[in-house]
């Protein structure tokens, strides 16, 4: 691996500690991602003529505290905060990089994402913010996400970040009085963090294992804080029963490979038993997040493909189309129901569904799987030639458009 792509890998890894560790210092949201690219600069500068690091995610995290003090020292506002924060960072600075210790910055991103989550935002800017500064997605990366145009997200995280500032916006999580009206949104955050890492919105990698980790080591941080939640251990299970899946997602080429194709020795046992522990701990609920993690342990029950029962998935589904009304819950369920029952009655679901998702690649790549069952060929491959039009990830690009040529 050459010294750039080295440098844009170690940032995918380390960006969101380091902006987290940044705002410590800096009580600035705004200002600690601007350092951050900073450090990022300074790496894809230096890197690539003077070589990589011993330590390249600690190189960052050094540089980018260096240029927070150097900032603090400069900025009358902000001088106040080298003198709380100074001894601290007096000796970050005389660290080397092997030498510094980040035992606390996982907490800091649990911060971070607190918030990223105040009420002074609205759930569109928090989602957007926290997707930039915690999945490290580009804003490009969040317009295809969320269907809007790319403008549209720029403004809202520029804003973002402007309204924190303004406000001055505490770094902690709340006390536990404050605590409840943000966990929705965090959880949200939380989840969005982890499906960015288990099937890549862009880009080459069908998945980011570290980011899906990253979002599952929060999850389990949050039900700590919050153990009485059943939504919160719903999470913990969803999450960790969809990475239970992680290393059979992916063929020998790097292809992905469908559910239904899995090898399920290769699953991963001791987080699926993880995943059915938290799904006990959120017991008596029908939460979003619960009902999620009890269609996910229906799966991983199954020893076979054979064995899934889809009329128990299929009603779950419905339960939650309930709770959470969206076009993709729809659609989810639409494959569901087709399973239990067959394809003509999920595709009369898909097809009412064409209009709200229209740009979405996983409309026409359902409608095509449910096609070819039915017999209609021709039909069939038309949608997934459209479907892989529309795929921004190119893994999954590829497989729709070998099922295209089919």
């Known amino acids: 691996m ?3 792509a080295t440098v844009e890998s170690v940032w995918k890894l380390e960006s969101a500690r380091i902006v987290a560790a940044l705002t410590r210092l800096v009580r600035d949201v705004g200002l600690a991602e601007d350092l951050a690219q900073d450090a990022l600069l300074a790496a894809l500068e230096e890197w690539p003529a003077k070589g990589v690091p011993a330590n390249p995610g600690g190189w960052l995290m050094l540089t980018a505290k260096h240029r927070a003090i150097d900032r603090l020292r400069r900025d009358d506002r902000l001088r106040a905060n080298l003198a709380e924060l100074g001894r601290a960072a007096e000796h970050e600075q005389q660290a080397g990089p092997e030498e510094l210790d980040d035992g606390d910055i996982g907490d800091d991103v649990l911060r971070l994402i607190f918030i990223a989550c105040h009420p002074v935002l609205s759930r569109e800017a928090s989602v957007a913010l926290t997707l930039r500064m915690i999945g490290g997605l580009t804003t490009a990366e969040i317009a ?3 269907l809007v145009p790319e403008p549209t997200i720029g403004q809202r995280i520029s804003r973002a970040k402007r ?6 916006i505490p770094f902690e999580v709340p006390p536990p009085d404050e605590r409840a009206g943000r966990l929705s949104a965090v ?8 499906n960015e890492g288990y099937a890549a919105t862009a880009g080459d990698d069908w998945m980011r294992p570290a980011l899906a980790s990253e979002a599952i080591r929060l999850g389990r941080m949050l039900a700590g804080l919050a153990p009485a939640e059943p939504e919160v251990h719903g999470l913990v299970a969803l999450m960790e029963l969809h990475a239970s899946r992680m290393a059979a997602r992916l063929g020998p080429g790097g292809e992905p490979v469908p559910l239904l194709e899995q090898d399920r020795e290769r699953w991963d046992h001791e987080l699926i038993r993880s995943g059915f522990a938290a799904l006990l701990r959120a017991q008596h609920s029908d939460g979003p997040y619960v009902l999620q993690a009890a269609i996910a342990a229906s799966h991983a029950r199954a020893r076979t493909a054979g064995d899934t029962d889809w009329v128990r998935i299929a009603g779950l589904y419905e339960l939650l189309v309930r709770r959470t009304p969206t076009p993709v819950v729809e659609l989810n369920r639409a494959v569901a129901v087709a399973m239990a029952f067959g394809p003509e009655r999920g ?3 898909v097809d009412g569904l064409a209009g709200e998702l229209r740009d979405y690649h996983l409309l026409p790549a359902v409608r095509g799987d449910l096609l070819r069952r039915l017999g209609r060929d021709a039909e069939a491959r038309a949608e997934f030639a459209r479907a892989a039009d529309l795929a921004r990830n190119a893994k999954e690009r590829d497989v729709l458009l070998a ?4």
């Not at 309204?163 to 001055?168: D, H, I, M, N, V």
């Not at 959880?187 to 982890?194: A, K, Q, S």
């Not at 099922?403 to 089919?406: F, G, K, V």
């Open 347 to 349: 595709l009369a679901i």
């Open 163 to 168: 309204t924190l500032g303004e406000r001055k």
């Open 144 to 146: 295809r996400a969320f």
């Open 187 to 194: 959880l949200e955050t939380v989840y969005l963090i982890f």
């Open 403 to 406: 099922r295209a040529a089919m």
């Open 2 to 4: 050459d010294a750039r």
